[in-house]
């Protein structure tokens, strides 16, 4: 096979770079990066680019596999990868988004400046991290039936609204409302049942987190007030998914679909690309049970900010004059969903796969709230720990130019076990905080594994990303607190 160099893209702009259809003979569409020239230098280091030409081989994929800057080697397709396929003709692919199902990003802001927090940060940290069940394999206070899970996984954040857990405003601001329709709990095997009964309110270990953050700089005054942030201000961010429910599912289902490939005549250069007609039974049970998975990390996530907001509570009343803690926004990155999007020139309903991508809608769009169909979409990009985080706006470009997608974060640049080889856990704690971030994390190794080396640089990520023009920045965060399983 013809060796992956920068010599096979033709540069469309200075972030946006295409390997022709005609580059492999198995090729259906073009793919597309959208990086720096030097950020897809680094990207020809692992296999990332090789999985977006393997996926643009499926059946029925619309215009291109696209790239994101924070591409790195995943499972099958490359993390930060996005592609769209036609419901007729087209294949649904579990590896196109991943086994964390609907692992994502949520923001609260707070209303509370750094000054007036300051003094009880340490009393928050320890809160939070005892409010919050972090840590691989960790179980929730809160364990379910059958039949109580089934619902939490039909109805997402919805179900939390029902218990008291959830406001009006926190559903509104969440994509999809927090709850994709569809979900079938029949799909679901005995085994992913019995791993999500206890594991709702959880934080999970890996790269997942809570972080305390000060808002260091505004970039886009009109996008701010709408989101109800300003400089100074005290917020916070939740990233975690649907825990070992969805990693089942998706095992699950890369063990069925192995058969399907076969059944259905598809030819994979990649076993691990297998996937199943959308129309297909294999395709639609797929489905009812990835969406289940959706909704329980939506609901994951609004049960820890639930949570978040009890500790805050507990620290902060009588001590400050506003604790309560507003949704910003909850998005996705690990999601398969069916959206319409120009293609060839018209409006065209495809199943856009999203693995390590964020959705990133412009202005007018639908399923916008009102207060942000002007702005558009919020945009969650946290960086890697010790390093900032972002808060951007889809545009109307990145309908145009990438299925309404943009980046998820920092992207892998060293695996877990290279980190843990070159990184000593107590070092780095003490670094960070030397560096006034306070740290609560269950060990010393999984800290190494976060480290912030091991991750490129967020800013980079984001300006490539702002430079194509499918995103706007917002503003940027700086950790205070971090809280790692």
Not at 169 to 192: F, M, V, Y
Not at 237 to 248: K, V
Not at 260 to 266: D, E, L, R
Request: aromatic fraction near 6%; charge should be negative; hydrophobic fraction near 40%.
């Amino acid at each position: 096979m013809t060796e992956i160099t920068l010599n096979i893209f033709t540069q469309i702009g200075e972030y946006e770079w295409e390997i022709p259809p005609d580059f492999r003979s198995d090729m259906r569409v073009p793919v597309r990066v959208f990086a720096s020239k030097s950020l897809l230098e680094d990207s020809l280091n692992d296999k990332s680019i090789l999985q977006a030409i393997n996926a643009s081989t499926l059946p029925g994929l619309v215009e291109a596999v696209m790239v994101m800057p924070d591409m790195h080697q995943g499972y099958g397709f490359p993390i930060g990868g996005v592609a769209a396929t036609d419901p007729e003709g087209g294949v649904i692919s579990p590896g196109g988004i991943g086994y964390d199902i609907n692992c994502g990003v949520r923001l609260l802001s707070s209303q509370i400046t750094q000054e007036e927090i300051s003094q009880w940060l340490p009393d928050l940290a320890t809160k939070i991290n005892q409010y919050c069940p972090s840590g691989v394999g960790v179980d929730s206070d809160l364990t379910l039936s059958k039949n109580e899970l089934a619902a939490a996984c039909s109805e997402g954040a919805k179900w939390a609204k029902a218990k008291g857990y959830a406001t009006a405003e926190d559903i509104k601001h969440t994509e999809e409302n927090g709850c994709l329709a569809g979900a079938s709990p029949d799909k679901l095997s005995q085994r992913a049942l019995d791993r999500g009964r206890t594991q709702l309110g959880t934080l999970g270990g890996g790269n997942h987190f809570i972080e305390v953050d000060l808002i260091v700089e505004i970039f886009d005054e009109k996008a701010a007030s709408a989101m109800g942030l300003f400089e100074g201000e005290i917020a916070v961010q939740i990233h975690t998914g649907s825990r070992g429910f969805g990693h089942q599912i998706c095992t699950d289902y890369v063990r069925r679909l192995q058969g399907a490939i076969h059944q259905y005549g598809i030819d994979l250069p990649d076993k691990q690309l297998v996937c199943a007609p959308i129309d297909s039974p294999e395709g639609q049970d797929y489905l009812g049970a990835m969406r289940c998975g959706a909704n329980f990390a939506f609901l994951n996530r609004q049960l820890l900010a639930n949570k978040l907001r009890e500790a805050f509570e507990v620290v902060l009343a009588g001590k400050v004059d506003n604790w309560h803690l507003k949704q910003v926004y909850d998005i996705a990155h690990n999601i398969g969903k069916f959206e319409k999007h120009q293609v060839g020139g018209e409006q065209k309903t495809v199943c856009v796969h999203r693995k390590g991508a964020t959705r990133a809608f412009g202005p007018g769009s639908e399923g916008l709230p009102e207060d942000y169909r002007e702005i558009g979409q919020p945009v969650l990009v946290p960086g890697s720990m010790g390093t900032g985080s972002w808060v951007l706006t889809g545009t109307e470009t990145s309908m145009m130019r990438s299925f309404g997608s943009s980046c998820h974060g920092a992207g892998r640049v060293m695996s877990r076990s290279q980190a843990k080889r070159e990184v000593w856990g107590e070092d780095l704690l003490e670094r960070l905080e030397n560096e006034g971030i306070l740290i609560r994390a269950g060990s010393m190794p999984g800290l190494a594994e976060e480290a912030p080396q091991a991750y490129k640089d967020v800013d980079r990520v984001v300006d490539s990303v702002v430079g194509a023009k499918i995103a706007k920045k917002v503003a940027r965060l700086f950790p205070l607190i971090v809280i790692k399983g």
